[in-house]
């Protein structure tokens, strides 16, 4: 099967065959094309998958049985030079299923519900996880918070498509380019974020640097006061508790 060029694959277990087409079709409009496999056996009848150094693999959760960890080490043994990424999906389990999957190698996740930010942030994950800019010191969470930019002595709208505890990448039309300084204010449920931040770089029409991502500028913060750092290190934790197994 053809993958467009700006997408890894992303490979379906589903089990029950149709159990993830509603998943499927949402990759589809994010631009890359799924594979559906009902079995293991399946999915490694396709291998190759082309040329990648990263694919993502999302599982429904009910697969989560004693023969997993057997299943993904064989799955594991064809991929080659192939990073697979492991993500389980479906509605949050108890811990007897988490702790099957987490012996499995299952780390990631996208219980429902989820958006699709969220969607998007975790295959961004799993294709870029062997990208040594994509290691950082601190975790990111996919967020949907509105965000204003000042810069140049003018104000424009953005939302938050991810945030750290440095920095955040900003979605909006009107990115600033790298090296700008600009004045950053997110709401976060319970407190504001105003601070000054530098642009790292942008992504703009004619200079996608990151094709997967949406148009904006990743910032990273250069003044946050140890309150509000406290915050968001608050709701950062609360929210990897949803992306992971």
């Known amino acids: 099967m053809a993958h467009r060029s700006d997408f890894n694959p992303v490979l379906l277990l589903e089990g029950t065959p149709g ?14 094309e799924p594979l559906s496999c009902e079995t293991v056996d399946e999915a490694i009848s396709h291998f190759p998958l082309g040329h990648h150094d990263s694919v993502a693999v999302v599982l429904d959760c009910s697969l989560a049985t004693r023969a997993l960890k057997k299943e993904l080490a064989r799955l594991s043994l064809v991929s080659d ?20 999957l987490r012996q499995a190698g299952v780390q990631h996740a996208l219980w ?10 975790q295959l961004n994950r799993a294709w870029n996880q062997n ?3 994509h290691k950082r010191a601190s975790q990111r969470i996919p967020t949907f918070l ?15 498509y991810s945030l750290s505890l440095d920095g955040a990448f900003i979605e909006t039309a009107r990115a600033s380019m ?18 000054r931040g ?10 996608l640097q990151r094709p997967n991502l949406p148009l904006g500028m990743a910032v990273r913060f250069e003044e946050l006061d ?15 508790a949803h992306l992971e197994v």
């Not at 509105?146 to 938050?160: E, L, N, P, Y």
């Open 112 to 121: 429902n519900p989820f958006d699709d930010a969220t969607l998007r942030f």
């Open 146 to 160: 509105h965000a204003q930019v000042g810069a140049s002595q003018r104000t424009k709208d953005g939302i938050v």
């Open 178 to 195: 790298a090296g700008a300084t600009v004045e950053l204010a997110i709401r976060l449920p319970e407190c504001a974020i105003e601070t």
């Open 81 to 100: 030079a192939m990073g697979l990424f492991f993500l389980a999906t479906g509605d949050p389990p108890g811990a007897r299923v988490r702790r099957k």
């Open 131 to 133: 990208r040594d800019d």
């Open 226 to 240: 140890a309150s509000t750092a406290k915050q968001l290190k608050s709701f950062v934790k609360k929210r990897i």
């Open 198 to 207: 530098r642009v790292v770089f942008a992504n703009v029409p004619g200079n």
């Open 19 to 32: 159990q993830l087409n509603e998943l499927a079709r949402r990759i589809r409009l994010l631009g890359a």
